[in-house]
């Protein structure tokens, strides 16, 4: 005989159901709903009609009676009794619980009416580029050694693998001359800059398509392209005699040529953001209010029909053990969803209550926040504060932002005060936005500002690995001439 640990099943369910964001929860009742028969939406007009209906007193004489036709009384006590019939059906009718009739005769297929609600996927860059290639007037063996020119242009339309590679000994359709013929036809179809084997053949293919394509554009990107990217402009400016004002004039103009035209086609999987908590300021008063952004998920009950059905002794073995299973899982999918509501608005609250001064002031006033401390403070668990936070949102005066950010490690300035990693990023965002692009700042500079500012303990390896971490460049390529 061992002991062991083991989760029963409604505390699986419990974690599933705190991990869930706003949408996935919404889309896990749904699912429940078209399951379980036993659980139903509450009606929000009246949402205790069913259940405070009163009971109908049991009638003994309810029941199939021989009718006898009497001839006492001209038959007033049969006629009598057609006339209660109408009585008894509307009482077995409130015994079995509403019906739902249909709007339509015919049984409507769920599984068809899902594919009718589905959006239709976008087309991709490659069918894009093959409905193109189709009307293209070209030899047969051109045509072909296109098609497989466009199986192997990927994402962002860039052609991924050597001219010479898509031609194999065996391959007796089309020869590699026809490959070199494909390639320039390719390269004039939509979008711009499609087919380019390197950005500098991408960003030439889309200026020779421009209609006032200016020849220093052209120039610059064909014959000075590996200066240009290490912001050599003095050299280049010297090289093609012109000053240095028309230069940036014309790299202005480059800037807007797409890096990677192929995006421009095809699955677009942008996901919506949802936020789960909502904190709003009190009329000012320096205090803040949490709440849950629930108000889309319906609220959730018993059928009361199928909970009598139970305790009837009528119903069969078969039948009750079915719905004492189904009530059994519904119990636990509310119960669920009532925990995560309590424990996600417990951790918003101490979330809230330990960074009141980003609230008030904004991103440069975040503090250091273990998770363990709210967890104690909570009463729960550490992991159980992590799926709570877990792909879940806060919308503030301050934007919509993933409860996670506000966990985070830090360091403290001069003075004593914590400052979380995020906020030190701000900071330095900061001193880049603000410093003289003439003349831009390298990292022992900017090491220096963070201290000027409080913040003198990092080093510059630390400056360099967060500038690297937020996508800002060396000195030497935000240099502007």
Not at 12 to 38: C, D, H, K, T, W
Not at 155 to 168: K, W
């Amino acid at each position: 005989m061992e002991q062991r640990m083991k989760l029963a099943p409604h505390m699986i369910q419990s974690m599933e159901i705190l991990q869930l964001p706003i949408l996935a929860l919404q889309e896990r009742i749904e699912q429940e709903l078209n399951g379980n028969p036993v659980l139903e939406m509450e009606d929000d007009d009246n949402p205790d009609e069913v259940a405070a209906a009163p009971e109908p007193a049991p009638d003994d004489n309810i029941g199939e009676k021989t009718l006898v036709v009497d001839t006492d009384n001209n038959k007033a006590g049969d006629f009598e009794r057609l006339d209660n019939l109408d009585d008894e059906f509307k009482d077995f009718i409130d015994q079995s619980g509403p019906y739902r009739g249909r709007h339509d005769g015919e049984e409507k297929d769920p599984k068809l009416e899902a594919l009718k609600n589905v959006a239709a996927p976008p087309q991709s860059l490659h069918d894009y580029l093959t409905e193109q290639w189709a009307m293209v007037d070209a030899e047969e063996p051109v045509k072909k050694a296109g098609s497989a020119i466009i199986d192997y242009i990927d994402d962002r339309g860039y052609l991924s693998v050597p001219l010479e590679q898509l031609h194999s000994k065996d391959q007796k359709d089309f020869a590699p001359k026809h490959l070199d013929d494909a390639l320039p036809l390719i390269q004039q179809l939509d979008p711009p800059g499609v087919g380019a084997r390197d950005l500098r053949e991408c960003l030439l293919i889309q200026l020779a398509q421009s209609n006032d394509a200016p020849s220093l554009e052209y120039r610059l990107i064909a014959n000075h392209m590996d200066a240009l990217l290490e912001n050599r402009l003095p050299e280049i400016a010297k090289k093609m005699d012109c000053d240095m004002e028309r230069l940036n004039r014309a790299i202005q103009r480059l800037s807007k040529l797409d890096l990677s035209p192929g995006l421009q086609i095809g699955r677009n999987d942008s996901i919506p953001i949802t936020p789960d908590v909502m904190v709003e300021s009190r009329d000012g008063s320096g205090d803040f209010s949490v709440r849950l952004a629930d108000n889309s998920l319906p609220s959730l009950r018993l059928n009361p029909f199928y909970t009598r059905m139970v305790d009837d002794n009528h119903t069969s073995e078969n039948t009750r053990k079915f719905l004492q299973n189904n009530i059994r899982s519904a119990h636990w999918i509310i119960e669920a969803i009532e925990q995560r509501k309590h424990t996600l608005l417990k951790v918003a609250q101490t979330i809230v209550r330990h960074q009141r001064d980003f609230f008030e002031q904004g991103p440069l006033y975040l503090r250091p926040l273990p998770m363990a401390t709210v967890a104690q403070e909570v009463g729960v668990h550490l992991a159980t504060v992590s799926r709570a936070v877990s792909g879940k949102y806060m919308q503030c005066a301050w934007g919509i932002l993933p409860l996670r950010k506000f966990f985070s490690g830090g360091t403290e300035d001069t003075s004593g005060l914590a400052h979380s990693w995020e906020a030190i990023r701000v900071q330095l965002q900061q001193i880049i936005d603000a410093e003289d692009k003439t003349q831009p700042l390298n990292d022992d500079q900017i090491k220096e500002k963070l201290a000027e500012a409080g913040i003198s303990h990092l080093a510059r390896r630390t400056v360099a690995k967060y500038r690297k971490l937020m996508n800002i460049p060396t000195a030497k390529f935000r240099k502007k001439y």
